[in-house]
């Protein structure tokens, strides 16, 4: 135990979060229980091999990220001594290595939730973000109270600071809402958040070692300080005006933490009411260790250490009883006990350290830390092709058109010809001409789209369907497989941060498959050399005036997408204007990548086994479903030069995490302009190329 330096008014053994405990006042002794685990080219040809090998490894590190045991932070050697005697050993029912092997990765990558290393604290009256009801955990250090509001703890989870005798590290849990404080043994000064969990619980590194903590066992389960344990001071839960009211002195945690986090909202959902992933009725989404039938899995019980022993005691028990026996010894829980519903102390001075059990959703609620791309036009009117005789194939060659030559004249006449050849040249292209052509192009685009509305309305439930599935299995590769079960729950932030990716990689997906099939639609139909009659360049018409069209119409998609996913699960989103950004990134660069398909389909035609398999490869490795700090490391350099998966972080750190666009890093302004641009510029050369090469051959409106 810590000694009187840092206490809650009265001395306090360890507690620690129980769910499914026994009879109220019993002893628990939980049974433990296994945790399961056209005929191509040759060229074109290997092109498509190519492309297959790579979707083939898009899908084989999607499975990798779901199957892969949590890695541990890198453990360095000791600079010396031997290990603890005990290690090896836990005061309980299982071995060291059980809690190990008992490893999940919440989602976030080390310190991918932040702690808070520089806290500052101000005095109560300057605290107006919090409200009367707000959880806030408190603490008496040196006599100086101070409050820790759960509204701030919940996005940081561990706070370090130093304390009159050393550091300190105050840890709250929001997947387990147990709230801890913690001495660091000699030579440690800060704790980090791993990402990992352990039977659902905060686990904790030390940023000396890189040994891993579980927050409730308060002992290090490998690295150089495995089998230690932590000497722990207790915190009181209570509310803002409780503990106001009893300390009008205290100082508080602020919200000015360095990080940009809603800070006036918890992510998981709430204690007043008891709503959200705390209350009772659903299922932890993380493997535990211990199961017990007789209470519900997020039943709020106290638990303590007692010497050697163990005790868990209901909330409501302890609410009726105010005083619990425990081995002949009295043990005064007071009136507040791991409150879930603003139950809080009267007194301060009559409590004890509590942890009360929430075993959550499946991954924290930040996910990984955000670590902080014209030319000249390659097709023009013909005036020619209005005179032109049409022979065969011979109008595909749109540059120069058999018959469409002046007869050559006679010397005498010469001067009569050149002025007749300048006055049938091209007219001077207006801003309105180009604006007319554009809304002809767009005008055409809709109608098309108006044509496809039965094939349009059999699309959205699958839209929505696949979306909603792909918001249920997320992460859950180690649950269903320890488990065969997949409880249909939706987390809310993660079904957020599924919702950005996915809406941002409908807009691609729908952009390119509908400029290749109504391309070699007008292909087919011949009707194809309107575009070429326009005063614009074709690839403009295309990557404009069709976008727009597209645009229209998957914004009709998302907005259904929305309004069915926020029907079945809490979408929290943070509406900022620059978010709008990413979504004109998204465009410009799937615009690019439109045209790629496009000069291909003019030179190829049949090419959607090459469109999907590409739009495969950049849904898993750009990002979209799958957070890039989980997949390997040469998928993630892969990933950087996509044009979408900086946008579609971007869009993730503005909409659901409410922070500024950075200007470097992933999902920077710089790295955003440069791939955006070098697609864009790509795609124009690709559909000049293949142009050409369909003027050249006289496949414009052949099939």
Known sequence: MADDRYHSAAPADRYHAGGGA???????????????????GLSRRWLLVGLGAAGAAGVAATAWVFTRPAAAPQVREPAGGDLPVDAGRVDGPHELSEFTDAVRSGGPPPDGIPSIDEPAFVAADQADFLRDDDIVFGLLAGGQP??????????????NEVGPDGPVAVTYCPLTGSVVGFCPPAGIAQFGTSGSLVNSNLLM??????????????????????GLELEQFPLEWTTWQRWRTAFPQTRVLSAETGFVRRYGEDPYGSYHPLGGYYAE???????????????????????AKLGSGRLAVSRQLTISRQVVTADQQPDHAG????TADRCAPTRPGNHRQVCTHHPRHRRHPQGALRQPEPARAVGRRQPALGAATRRGHAAGRLERLPGGDPPRAPRREARIMTITTHITSTPRLGTARSMVAIGNETGKGLRQAWAERVQIAIELPLFAIVGLLFALLLGRGDEVAATGRLPWQFDPYWTSWFFVGFVLYTFIYLQSVKTFWRLLGEIQGGTLEQTYLSPLPAWVNIAVGRLTAAVVETAVVVGALYLVTSLVADLQLSWRADALAPLGFILAGGAGYSLMIAGLTLAWKRVELLQEVVLMV??????AILPLANLPGWVQGLAQPIFATHPIEAARLTLVDNQPIPVWGTGGW???????????????????????AAKRNGSLVSY
């Open 205 to 226: 590194y030390d940023r000396t070692h890189n040994s891993r903590w579980p927050q409730i066992l308060a002992q290090a389960i490998d690295g150089p300080q495995r």
């Open 618 to 623: 950049i849904l898993f490795i750009s990002g």
């Open 22 to 40: 026994g009879e109220p006042g019993e002893p628990v002794v939980p049974d433990p229980e296994e945790t399961p685990r056209q005929r191509p």
């Open 335 to 338: 009136q507040r006990v791991g």
């Open 281 to 303: 009725g659903t299922q932890p989404m993380f493997p535990i260790m211990h199961h017990d039938d007789r209470h519900d899995p997020k039943a709020i019980f106290l638990g």
């Open 670 to 692: 710089a790295w955003m302009v440069a791939t955006t641009a070098g697609w864009l510029a790509l795609g124009v050369l690709a559909f000049g190329i293949g142009n050409r």
């Open 146 to 159: 101070r409050a820790y509001p759960q509204l701030v703890l919940v996005w940081h989870e561990i706070v």
